[in-house]
């Protein structure tokens, strides 16, 4: 079985300092008296798609759990930062991350790491998923997947793609495409971030992206980007017309963003279960299930248990892509 199936036979469908102010007080989580508030990490930037799930969950979640939450981003190293203060905190269930794919790809772009992915960490649940869309430049002759992979190999090394960054989801997304398109000779360009990338796409200096959804919607639409097709198998509620890969060609190809919730390593197993029950009760909301539609979210809200396993498969996965992708951060 292909690594890309393997990758994502476990998902749904499928990411400076800034402090939210502390929402509702009220008596402490299990077993903690007082009115402690919970510090959730957020090793990205704010305005990311990680960033954006965390502040919508942020109200419902305080509620639920009778504590004030406050949010702290801190991006860095692709999460290392942020997860390093996270992995050192007290084990009371004061302290919780929201992380993306990068928490499981980073041991394999970075020669080493402040913390051990797995072992240092608990799983409380991968909150939810979310497609990318892959987008070409208007100049690019291909309105689908099949004449997207006959241009490339008529032009070998002509098309450019961007990314994130080395080793990011994004880049990863478009080795998989490389590799399961028979080994198209499409090139890597990495940018820190998805600002310049999508100014560059948008101007033609690059022919190629995988973009979030949302923030790709907008030139779609507008005729700015050509849409070529999802990266999950799950149609996408706010591109309903663009195909998935996989319906295209390329029948293994399933590569989604994920996010989700963890807490330091030892964290007692009641106070576990309270934060897994508490947040499948905040996701059940009309209000975060409107906000997760609109940014392109498609809940999920596994098991411990399970988000454990995915964790663990998924670094493997990942693992093949970065070797295959020569990416490093080191």
Request: aromatic share 4%.
């Amino acid at each position: 079985m292909p690594a890309v199936s393997r990758q994502r036979r476990n998902i749904a469908a499928l990411l400076a300092l800034s402090i939210a102010a502390p929402l509702i007080p009220a008596p402490a989580l299990a077993q903690q008296p007082g009115d402690k508030p919970i510090r959730m990490i957020v090793p990205n930037a704010a305005g990311s798609s990680v960033d954006a799930l965390v502040r919508t969950l942020g109200n419902p979640l305080s509620k639920i759990m009778g504590q004030p939450i406050v949010i702290e981003n801190l991006p860095g190293a692709g999460g290392v930062s942020g997860t390093s203060q996270l992995v050192r905190a007290p084990k009371d269930g004061h302290t919780l991350g929201m992380v993306s794919n990068n928490h499981v790809v980073n041991p394999s772009i970075y020669k080493s790491l402040p913390y051990d992915t797995i072992r240092d960490i608990t799983p409380v649940s991968v909150v939810a998923g979310s497609p990318f869309v892959l987008v070409a430049h208007p100049s690019v002759q291909a309105k689908d997947l099949k004449e997207l992979i006959a241009l490339a190999k008529a032009r070998p090394g002509q098309l450019y793609y961007g990314s994130s960054g080395n080793g990011t989801i994004l880049h990863l997304a478009g080795e998989a495409l490389r590799s399961e398109a028979g080994g198209i000779d499409i090139r890597h360009v990495p940018y820190r971030g998805t600002g310049q990338l999508t100014t560059d796409l948008l101007g033609g200096q690059i022919q190629l992206a995988f973009l979030g959804v949302t923030g790709a919607a907008q030139h779609i639409k507008a005729g700015r980007l050509h849409a070529i097709g999802l990266s999950t198998k799950i149609r996408s509620a706010i591109l309903p017309d663009v195909a998935p890969l996989a319906e295209q060609g390329l029948p293994n190809y399933n590569v989604g963003g994920w996010i989700a919730m963890i807490a330091p390593a030892g964290l007692p197993q009641p106070v576990v279960n309270k934060l897994y029950t508490d947040l499948k009760t905040a996701m059940a909301t009309k209000e975060v299930q409107d906000a997760f539609a609109a940014q392109g979210f498609t809940a999920i809200g596994n098991t411990p248990e399970a988000a454990g396993q995915l964790f663990q498969a998924e670094m493997v996965n990942y693992a093949r892509l970065v070797k295959q992708s020569g990416a490093t951060m080191d």
